[in-house]
């Protein structure tokens, strides 16, 4: 496929400068929403080659604080969804990621670590969190930008839940909230702060699924700071609650550093977390 013949990168550069000034000042952090980021009939092509929900590739974030499923592996993607992530990796891309988040020096992630293709089923959630700071296998990668493309052919949120609470630094209040469209991406300032997640579980029809793919950003650090995913107990939430949520970051944290020690993979750990989610669904 022609480069940057799939999303409309032309419009958005059209108008960076005025997006800039927004994405600076959104409210919690740094972010803004961007529609019809892909031409009409590209997206088509890519929701209709989205992963079916039992497909073989995908690999399942199943304990306390998250309940999705991502796949990592472009080889396995349709040619307009891996083209798309070609795109979304590219130079003209990125240097419109430069412009609009005013963050030097951006390198994209073509491994997807932690990104991909993203679904989360009937009953899922993904709890309130800060990303993790550092690529896995570059530890001075500092990680700076998310893009989130919801992939949605349809979504009713207000039925269906699944909206994106934007938290404040201090986790005192939800101060924005993102449906996953379809066409639809979302791009913020990742930091030790910038609090996002759809904690509430979903109620969409067991053959839809919440769809997405997201990229990761990064820049070369001589000292960049690591820190695992950070969830957090909303403040209404019961005392169970944010034990659970305290002790399953504990644990995460602690499976972070010795995948970074030992180089142990996901893949392992996901069909560990398997086993251990069926058990509690028993």
Known sequence: MEALALVNLPRLMDQVDDLATAYRSGQPFPHIVLDDVL??????????????????????????????????????????????????CSPPFVEFLTRLTGIENLMPDWSMDGGGLHQTLRGGHL???????????????ARRVNILLYLNESWDADEWGGQLELWDPGMTSCQARVTPAGNRMLVFT?????????????????????????????????????????????????????????????????????????????????????????????
């Open 127 to 141: 709890n309130i969190h800060a990303d993790f700071t550092t690529h896995h296998d570059h530890d001075n990668w």
């Open 190 to 282: 990742t930091t030790f702060d910038s609090f996002h997640g759809h904690p509430d579980p979903l109620t969409c029809p067991e053959d839809v699924a919440r769809r997405s793919m997201a990229l990761y950003y990064f820049t070369e650090e001589e000292q960049a700071v690591r820190r695992s995913t950070n969830y957090q107990a909303r403040p209404d939430e019961s005392a169970f609650k944010k034990a659970a949520v305290w002790a399953d970051r504990r644990a995460l944290d602690a499976y972070d550093r010795v995948k970074r020690r030992l180089g142990v993979s996901d893949e392992a750990a996901q069909k560990l977390l398997a086993r251990l989610d069926g058990l509690r669904r028993r």
């Open 39 to 88: 031409h009409p009939d590209v997206f088509e092509r890519a929701v209709a080659e989205f992963p079916g929900i039992r497909d073989e590739f995908w690999k399942g974030y199943l304990h306390v604080n998250e309940t999705k499923y991502s796949n990592t592996q472009p080889d396995s993607w349709g040619e307009t969804l891996r083209s798309v992530a070609l795109e979304f």
